[in-house]
């Protein structure tokens, strides 16, 4: 199924967000989406507006003030408290916790431009003005495929093909991130997705050659 039709609305300040929901009626807040877009396309939603507010600055931010306090924003992801050094040095209980917070699709959630999203939980309209890459777009100009892709065919990582697609998006975020990513931190990666097939063995060795590779090209630039 798929979702009712509804205005969406996608403010640039917070007092534009407020002014929108006081002035719609039958309003709904767009934040993660992850509950909400669900049930627009099974229909058990039926809002008339849509307020998005992923993009308000004054919602998402992860500082530092002048007294020593660590402050965020409510939509702030558990992402950026996942990879923020400031955490990381501060509150490293939090980046030992955070791990264990979903699988790291969840922890995702929200991000485009260089992160991994689910096309699933994201209205086409939220990725207006950013950039979008999909399997299509991993070969190079001169047509030769990316390591990960080369991998994945040597050590027969592909299975069945169904899910390889997502996998690979991922895995690719992945190895952008951690040159020399453990076995553990591939398989946490992984938990995101379902192979049909049970073959993880051989996804987590194509991972690790192709991390090789990546690390002896960068060594020879």
């Known amino acids: ?9 996608a403010p640039e300040t917070l007092a534009q967000a407020l002014g929108l929901l006081a ?4 309003a709904r807040v767009l934040a993660g989406g992850q509950s909400l877009l669900a049930m627009l396309n ?6 008339d507006t ?4 992923n993009q308000l600055p004054e919602l998402s931010y992860l500082q530092e003030q002048e007294n020593g306090d660590i402050t965020m924003g409510a939509m702030t992801r558990q992402r950026d408290i996942e990879f923020s050094e400031l955490v990381a040095t501060r509150l490293p209980l939090w980046k030992d916790a955070i791990l264990n917070v979903g699988h ?11 992160h991994s999203a689910r096309s699933c939980l994201m209205l086409a309209v939220q990725a207006q003005g950013k950039h979008i890459r999909t399997i299509e777009g991993l070969a190079n100009e001169q047509g030769c495929w990316h390591p990960i892709q080369e991998a994945f065919r040597e050590l027969h ?8 697609p997502g996998i690979l998006m991922s895995v690719v ?7 020399d990513p453990s076995p553990e931190l591939i398989r946490d990666v992984l938990s995101g997705h379902l192979c049909r097939c049970t073959g993880y063995q051989n996804i987590v060795r ?4 192709a991390a090789a590779a990546m690390r002896a090209s960068h060594a020879h630039e």
């Open 42 to 47: 099974m229909r058990f939603a039926f809002p």
């Open 104 to 114: 790291r699709q969840t922890r995702n959630r929200g991000t485009i431009d260089g």
């Open 173 to 179: 975020e992945l190895l952008e991130n951690h040159s």
């Open 50 to 53: 849509l307020v998005d507010i």
């Open 206 to 209: 194509a991972v690790q050659k």
């Open 1 to 9: 199924m798929k979702a009712p039709v509804f205005n969406y609305y």
């Open 157 to 164: 990582a592909l299975q069945c093909g169904f899910c390889t």
């Open 23 to 26: 002035n719609q009626e039958n």
